[in-house]
């Protein structure tokens, strides 16, 4: 038997190998763009701390077009968006976590609890109920409730989009999914104290609990891959935890 000498070995380990480095999320440029949304994400959250405004919107902005730019643009599937079909199904799967933090951790959230428990349960409420947008004490606030709870729809599922889709689900890929749902949690936390102010025991909690509420919506995200079960589940405890403000605590 004759072999040609024109061309080198064909080596299947090696090419086995290539291919799974070329269909991999796990890369090099992969790396480098979590650590570039990352950045962006953080130095605009940090300035939005310090100045008291919402400068870390433009980090949300440039997340969705990274987001969104892989299925527009690289034909990459939807799938990874977290756009799937098996609703019904994946809450089947994780209902009691959605129950929890939708429903019970708004209605007897333990931060404030612990807060009552210290002697700072009425400042608590008093920094939670500053971090909206309407005066809930009021009769034209409790009108602007139904218009608040419209741009909360949107919103969640834009910060659902950045931090879970993107932000956690990439940092799972080098750190481990527990280690992203805390992170991401933790991040998620901080951009709601930002242009609140108050004691550092009153500010802590009101991030710790918001952290809590991430780390629920990471376990279900990381469990189901269904970005519409963790949007639903995000806005549903923001509507619980808004009715919650109004008829319980509106009166301490």
Do not use: C
């Not at 040609?4 to 190998?17: C, K, L, M, N």
């Not at 931060?111 to 008093?126: D, M, Q, S």
């Not at 419209?150 to 799972?172: F, K």
């Not at 936390?189 to 990471?218: E, K, N, R, W, Y």
């Amino acid at each position: 038997m004759s072999h040609s000498t024109g061309s080198p070995p064909f080596d299947a380990a090696a090419t086995r190998q290539a291919a799974r480095q070329a269909a991999s999320p796990h890369d090099r440029r992969a790396r480098l763009e979590l650590i570039g949304l990352l950045a962006l994400l953080l130095v605009t959250l940090a300035a939005s701390l310090l100045k008291g405004q919402d400068i870390f919107i433009f980090a949300y902005i440039m997340t969705v077009i990274y987001a969104l730019r892989r299925p527009l643009r690289m034909g990459r599937p939807w799938r990874e968006l977290g756009l799937k079909v098996g609703f019904v199904d994946d809450l089947r799967r994780v209902w009691y976590l959605s129950a929890l933090d939708a429903v019970l951790l708004q209605m007897l959230p333990p931060t404030l609890g612990i807060a009552f428990l210290f002697g700072y349960g009425r400042e608590l409420v008093g920094h939670i109920t500053a971090r909206l947008p309407v005066d809930v004490a009021s009769g034209a606030g409790l009108a602007a409730v139904a218009g608040l709870l419209a741009v909360a729809l949107v919103l969640t599922l834009v910060e659902e989009l950045v931090y879970r889709v993107t932000i956690q689900e990439r940092l799972s890929w080098f750190i481990g999914t527990p280690a992203a749902i805390l992170l991401t949690a933790v991040i998620f936390g901080l951009a709601h104290a930002v242009g609140t102010s108050g004691s550092p025991q009153v500010v802590l909690s009101d991030i710790a609990g918001v952290t809590l509420d991430g780390v629920f919506f990471g376990l279900i995200y990381a469990k189901t891959h269904n970005l519409a079960l963790t949007w639903a589940t995000h806005y549903a405890a923001d509507v619980v935890g808004l009715l919650a403000l109004l008829s319980v605590f509106r009166g301490i």
